[in-house]
């Protein structure tokens, strides 16, 4: 070990290490700045000797490493201009690469045919071949090399020769590293080589001391696991395939006990906060809207809304998510919800993401309670409550009315955007917070809402209708309990859904025909693209804007008599609202729009969906979209039009969506296309993947088998004094931002 060892542990800075300054500066820019970070950026995948490159050929424009033997090198003069290219074919054992350097003739006498050669750039293809323009390099030591004998004459040659050209040749230190039978490949950039990580890797393991363990010997023999220090050296220099297997697993198991003992604190400490106790009461709003309804709950909505009311009857908070299917009837339970908090004298909260989903959860509300909703107003029921809009359009007079009515108690459900995050919104007496598709907000925005109980804890209720794995659930939601509606209401009409190629005129004016016949029947059309139309921006010549479609379906075409509008983001909130209300209305008979509608919107005349470049949206995305139709008496039809090929891996997204309703199935199919990413919200908390090893759609024996011994640990010492490995074992994987993901979430 070097000199660093008595000091250097896993929480050390890099720039206390003995790495280069320069080096050290650039692995800051891929945020590795501890030595834990750079310990846990592990390999993208691995080389054995004589086994270079991936299956697949690398798309246009991947940065791809390669490690191989120079076939040929030449110089060859240019023929428009003055000097020479260097053209060097290098064969990693499975294919080709022709590689270029301008004016390099000096590199000549370096590349020789038989070097062994690292090199990292961005593909390009001519006829068919791969070829890599001036990329990264790096001379590699070959220890199968009949012109050299014997290590010490090695090792001489190559330290002759990295003296010369120290950066790319590989150091007399590298040999033996660089010589091994499997060398670990690491994502790299144009500005930090696979090469250059490896080195610092390898100098800090060199210099560190043994790695704390959050396993006691018996939870690794009962699981069969490595030690963790074990296991972050075989993941970066392993000696064999197995090395690597072990390695994986137990920083599997690693990346698993994080994130659930995270959750299990969160889960555990919410247990001793004050929230209001909310029992039945016999003859309130509660009873009264259930009267009113002209149809039965479901079996699944009475055992839901039974869940939620044993939640809210306890002394401490509920923290309850609800996910269902697209017009499973998760409004209907949560306002049920609402209601047994307000007949308790408490205040109800609904945060929804765009200005048109509060307006849409406003109208329903409103058209459900009827009467009981007008509270304060003359005619209105003896235990009327008062439902309150807050939005960032609303004009100064009606917003200072509703900011009163808010913090006097007068309003007893609030609906609203952002706005009800902002500090001069005071509630009187907040009982419980609902989150509409939880995943639009961020962290701090979801904890300000719930800090705005005075005394108590409100209630908390997360609604989503992207259906969640059940893997996914337990990491993303681990310290909520969850129900779920998986039955639609009686009334709901099913819905056809077809693949539509744009690249076919006939197939695409017999969409817009086919929306013509829709509308001639009385019904309604949305008509979704994937941009506004306005942006500065180059976008792709395929991809039609809401703007633009608009204009084309006004100027000619079946549809050019009817009345259109369109619809997105940027417009001002009470023409957003205008427009959408005209839509529900009935006057309009078609929408241009943005994925604004994709929540929550409930037009029940609405039969068709449209969705222009498919292609561009996820799958559950898709799913969501297509719930907008078939709410009403008459069956729906969802078309998805693209540009996306027979056999590509974005039509077969697009023909499951079409194949299948099941939104469970299409969230299992849209992890896989995502790559399953940061589950943990890294969109939200600004940080970046943390979840190297485990895998959410294979590893669910694993997540509760962490799940339950974090449980176990937490349940008797919640703030891990008695588990410092532990805890710096939650800390090392989830950064500071992941953290505050989990506390807010």
Same mark, same amino acid.
């Given at each position: ?138 001379? !590699? /030591? $070959?220890?199968?090399? &009949?012109?050299?004998?014997? %290590?010490?004459? *090695?090792?001489?040659?190559? #330290? ?76 970066? !220099? /392993? $000696?064999?395939?197995? &090395?690597?297997?072990?390695? %994986?697993?137990? *920083?599997?198991?690693?990346? #698993? ?489």
């Amino acid at each position: 070990m070097g000199d660093h060892a008595a000091t250097l542990s896993t929480t050390s800075e890099l720039t206390a290490t003995s790495l280069d300054p320069r080096l050290v500066a650039k692995l800051a820019d891929l945020e590795l700045v501890t030595v834990g970070e750079l310990l846990r950026y592990v390999p993208r995948r691995y080389l054995a000797r004589g086994d270079s490159a991936d299956d697949e050929l690398p798309e246009p424009g991947t940065w791809i490493n390669v490690v191989g033997h120079v076939t040929r090198c030449e110089n060859i003069p240019m023929k428009r201009k003055p000097g020479s290219f260097l053209k060097v074919v290098v064969n990693d054992g499975r294919r080709t690469y022709e590689v270029s350097f301008f004016n390099a003739r000096w590199m000549k006498k370096r590349l020789v045919p038989g070097t062994r050669l690292a090199l990292a750039g961005t593909v390009k293809y001519f006829r068919g071949q791969i070829q890599l323009s001036h990329p990264e390099w790096l001379v !590699l /030591p $070959d220890a199968v090399d &009949d012109r050299v004998q014997g %290590t010490s004459m *090695l090792t001489e040659m190559y #330290a002759d020769q990295a003296e010369q050209d120290p950066d790319h040749i590989a150091s007399a230190e590298d040999m033996d590293h660089f010589s091994r039978d499997i060398v670990p490949m690491y994502p790299a950039t144009k500005d930090v080589q696979t090469w250059e990580i490896w080195r610092a890797i390898r100098s800090v393991l060199a210099d560190l001391g043994p790695i704390a363990d959050a396993l006691t010997d018996a939870q690794r023999s009962e699981r069969g696991l490595l030690t963790s220090d074990e296991a972050v050296r075989k993941i970066h !220099l /392993p $000696d064999t395939q197995s &090395d690597i297997q072990e390695a %994986t697993e137990r *920083l599997k198991f690693d990346e #698993a006990l994080a994130v659930q003992t995270a959750l299990a604190q969160n889960r555990i400490a919410a247990g001793t906060e004050s929230a209001h106790s909310c029992p039945h009461v016999r003859g309130g709003l509660e009873d009264q809207l259930l009267a009113l309804l002209p149809f039965d709950l479901t079996a699944g909505q009475n055992d839901v809304v039974a869940e939620i009311a044993h939640d809210i009857g306890q002394p401490h908070p509920m923290n309850r998510l609800l996910q269902g299917e697209v017009g499973s009837g998760k409004t209907l339970v949560s306002l049920l919800a609402m209601l047994r908090v307000v007949d308790n004298g408490h205040q109800c909260a609904i945060l929804a993401p765009t200005e048109v989903l509060a307006a849409q959860h406003y109208r329903t509300v409103m058209t459900m309670l009827g009467d009981l909703a007008r509270g304060g107003q003359l005619g209105a029921a003896d235990s009327a409550t008062h439902v309150a809009l807050l939005t960032g359009s609303q004009k100064t007079a009606e917003r200072r009315q509703t900011l009163l009515d808010i913090v006097t108690g007068q309003a007893g459900i609030v609906i609203g955007t952002h706005a009800l995050l902002e500090d001069n919104v005071e509630f009187f007496d907040l009982g419980m917070v609902v989150v509409d598709e939880q995943h639009r907000f961020g962290v701090e925005q979801r904890d300000v809402l719930r800090a705005k109980g005075r005394v108590n804890r409100p209630h908390f209720l997360v609604m989503t209708a992207t259906p969640i794995p059940r893997t996914v659930a337990m990491i993303t939601f681990g310290d909520l309990e969850t129900s779920t509606l998986s039955e639609l209401p009686r009334g709901r009409q099913p819905i056809t859904s077809n693949v539509v190629p744009m690249d076919n005129p006939k197939w695409v004016n017999r969409v817009w025909d086919r929306a013509a016949e829709e509308v001639a029947a009385g019904r309604q059309v949305y008509v979704v693209c994937t941009r506004i139309g306005d942006e500065k921006s180059n976008a792709d010549a395929q991809e039609i804007s809401v703007l633009d479609q608009w204009q084309e379906l006004t100027e000619s075409g079946p549809l050019v008599n009817r009345s259109i509008d369109y619809l997105h983001g940027r417009l001002p909130g009470d023409e957003k609202n205008e427009v959408m209300d005209r839509f529900t209305r009935g006057e309009l008979d078609v929408l241009v729009s943005t994925t604004v509608i994709e929540v929550g919107v409930d037009v029940p005349n609405a039969t068709m969906m449209v969705i222009v470049n498919a292609e561009r949206f996820g799958v559950s995305q898709l799913h969501q979209l297509r719930g907008r139709v078939g709410r009403g008496r008459h069956a729906g039809l969802c078309l998805l039009m693209t540009t996306a090929k027979p056999g590509t891996s974005a039509r077969s997204r697009l023909d499951a969506v079409a194949a299948s309703s099941d939104g469970f199935e299409l969230a299992r199919i849209d992890l896989e296309a995502r790559r399953e990413g940061d589950v943990l919200g890294a969109a939200q908390s600004g940080g970046k993947s943390s979840l190297h090893f485990l895998s959410l759609l294979k590893d669910a024996d694993v997540i509760e088998d962490a799940r339950e011994l974090a449980t176990e640990i937490v349940s008797a010492d919640l703030p891990l004094a008695d588990h410092p490995a532990l805890a710096g074992l939650v800390d090392a994987i989830l950064l500071p931002s992941k953290l505050g993901y989990l506390e807010k979430s």
